[in-house]
């Protein structure tokens, strides 16, 4: 064998050639002193430009839970065929397409939250995340991201009531498939059972602990976990197929939320979300708002169209968004994750313009 | 699966994370980037998560930078991002002179050389790595032997108020 290049030095200390081409290195080494000469040099060259990158690297933090960042519930797939996508939003309203009630439901049965001790669990309202029908994949049920039974309840049975009432009407009049039908009557029960002072978990979490382990010896870590990893795996390309088109379209024709929501001050906000809360440096912020599972900051554009950011910890989110995404070069949802926050844009501006506008959201002091 | 996402993230987050780190330059961001990253295979459930994770941060991040330029914004860097305890006030200087300088020496390597050394560096192997860039597996020695040497002169000659576009 001729002298070993460069490459093969490299690829000799890295680990990254064949068994059989180490071996012949190897032959090769013991016969070739300048070989071996060069080997040293490769392997300062080395040690030094790992060194180097060492300290252009991140502080090693915990990574958090990957609870956190999945769907709150165990996703339900089943093979639908549909000729239209359908939103349903149940608790909170129903609004979506033309099959369904458009009315929205006015969450009048959230209690104020007036002092800084109020926690959103304690709400009486169920929060039920759509569920999302594509006609091009399965079926999944979003479940609820946050189920605030548990707290004791001033009038819990009349409003729910109010709002069970109008769902069964709502179900009713949707033309819907059985299945989907039947997974909202199971939600519904859900939904009817928690008005009935009983905690349920709609959402069961599995609260597996799969945080990565501490980053002790990161660099040995990285080691091993080549050494494990030999097949060279094929890449996915990312495509943007017609589905996207699909949610963009859903994303425009939903009506926007109602506004009764109570204001609360930053600080609260901030408890609630563990943090900061991020906005939009440029526009002032007319009200801080917190829904049943996050805080809503409203900016007003003039002349007078409200842009709202809905705002969770990185992890209470949910699916709830998942219906809600809208393609724009690689940038496929109208969500970000933003300081450790999950934060949605929403308001009556095309989905470029908000595109834009969440690009520049940023932790407010 | 979700399963399989979740053995991927635990031997993948740290990584995708510095990865990321070494495009914007902020610990914050990248982190948010590797969360958003992985809340997309989650819906997404792609066959190859390890692959398919690093290409969609590799385009976030490039869209990111595309974006602040477009937007004229000026990309500072953050000299509180360190969330670690605060070192004596001189040592963090120089890390932080420290980090810029391998920062400049990183953007003299071309693009290809830059990507495989930094995949390396983030701990994916030699077949990872010839997977994602299209390289062949024979290729990638020759590739990282050229990139570290480029980089380590670069660092050694580099000086600091040498402006270079960003890649």
């Not at chain 1, 392997?43 to 709150?72: F, G, Q, T």
């Not at chain 1, 029908?133 to 819990?156: F, H, I, T």
């Not at chain 1, 708002?289 to 910890?313: F, K, M, N, W, Y």
């Amino acid at each position: 064998m001729s002298h070993v290049d460069e490459g093969q030095l490299h690829a000799y200390l890295d680990g990254g050639l064949s068994a059989m081409d180490a071996v012949r290195v190897e032959r090769h080494l013991a016969d070739c002193a300048p070989c071996r000469e060069r080997l040293e040099e490769a392997r300062r060259l080395v040690s030094r430009a790992a060194k180097l990158l060492e300290w252009a690297s991140p502080p090693e933090r915990a990574a958090p839970p990957l609870a956190d960042l999945r769907p709150a519930a165990p996703q339900w797939r089943t093979p639908v065929a549909w000729a239209a996508t359908i939103v349903i939003a149940l608790g909170l309203g129903v609004y979506g397409g033309s099959q369904l009630l458009n009315r929205p439901v006015e969450p009048k049965a959230v209690q104020r939250f007036d002092t800084q001790e109020r926690v959103p669990a304690a709400t009486n309202l169920v929060t039920v995340a759509p569920i999302v029908v594509d006609s091009n994949k399965d079926v999944r049920a979003a479940e609820p991201a946050a189920l605030g039974a548990a707290a004791p309840q001033p009038q819990p049975a009349a409003r729910s009531v109010d709002t069970s009432a109008r769902l069964q009407s709502a179900l009713a009049r949707a033309e819907l498939d059985s299945l989907a039908k039947r997974r909202i009557d199971s939600l519904a029960t859900n939904l009817a059972a928690a008005t009935a002072d009983r905690a349920v978990d709609v959402a069961p979490v599995r609260r597996e602990s799969i945080a990565p382990a501490p980053p002790v010896a990161a660099r040995e870590q990285r080691q091993e976990g080549r050494a494990l990893r030999d097949s060279a795996p094929r890449i996915e390309a990312l495509a943007v197929t017609g589905a996207e088109q699909q949610n963009r379209a859903r994303a425009s024709a939903l009506a926007p939320v109602t506004t009764s929501w109570p204001i609360i001050t930053r600080d609260s906000a901030a408890r609630l979300l563990r943090g900061p809360i991020v906005a939009l440096p440029d526009l002032p912020i007319t009200a801080v708002r917190a829904s049943a599972d996050a805080v809503v900051v409203e900016h007003v554009v003039p002349p007078g169209q409200v842009i709202r950011l809905t705002e969770r910890r990185a992890g209470a989110a949910d699916e709830a968004s998942a219906g809600f995404r809208s393609a724009k070069t690689s940038n496929e949802s109208l969500a970000r994750y933003v300081g450790g926050l999950r934060v949605e844009i929403s308001g009556p501006l095309p989905a470029d313009s908000l595109s834009k506008l969440l690009d520049r959201v940023r932790v407010v002091p | 699966m979700p399963e399989d996402i979740a053995e991927v993230y635990k031997t993948t987050y740290r990584a995708l994370v510095r990865f990321l780190y070494r495009k914007v330059w902020d610990a914050d961001r990248a982190e948010d980037l590797a969360q958003e990253a992985f809340a997309r295979a989650l819906v997404h459930k792609p066959e190859n998560a390890r692959g398919w994770l690093f290409v969609v941060a590799a385009n976030m991040a490039r869209d990111e930078a595309r974006r602040a330029v477009r937007d004229k914004r000026h990309l500072t860097l953050l000299t509180n991002e360190e969330a670690d305890p605060a070192p004596a006030p001189d040592a963090a200087l120089v890390a932080e002179l420290e980090r810029e300088r391998v920062r400049a020496a990183l953007e003299r390597l071309t693009p290809r050389d830059r990507d495989v050394l930094l995949l390396w560096d983030s701990g994916l192997s030699y077949g990872e790595i010839a997977a994602q860039t299209g390289l062949a597996a024979g290729a990638i020695g020759t590739t990282l032997a050229r990139a570290r040497k480029r980089l380590v002169e670069a660092y050694e000659t580099g000086s600091e108020d040498e402006h270079v576009a960003r890649g």
